[in-house]
């Protein structure tokens, strides 16, 4: 069976931006977003169950021709 889950991800982290002027929100995200951040700490949350859905067992057929 597959058991399919949706989550909410927080992450706790740092990104160091040099610059001239503070950086606009959207420029610290894209820091962030271009790989330039440290993450320390991660936590999940809202953790809950979606979808079941039943997998079936793959049987092997031989076709004649």
């Known amino acids: 069976m597959k058991f399919i889950y ?6 706790y982290g740092s990104v160091v931006i040099e ?3 503070p950086p606009s ?3 610290v995200i894209s820091a962030i977003m ?3 951040a440290y993450y320390k700490d991660t936590e999940y949350e809202d953790i809950k169950l ?8 793959k049987t092997e057929r031989h076709y004649e021709r």
């Open 34 to 36: 271009s790989g330039n």
């Open 19 to 21: 610059s001239d002027y």
């Open 6 to 11: 949706s989550f909410r991800e927080i992450n």
């Open 25 to 27: 929100g959207a420029e």
């Open 50 to 57: 979606d979808n079941t859905e039943r997998t079936k067992s």
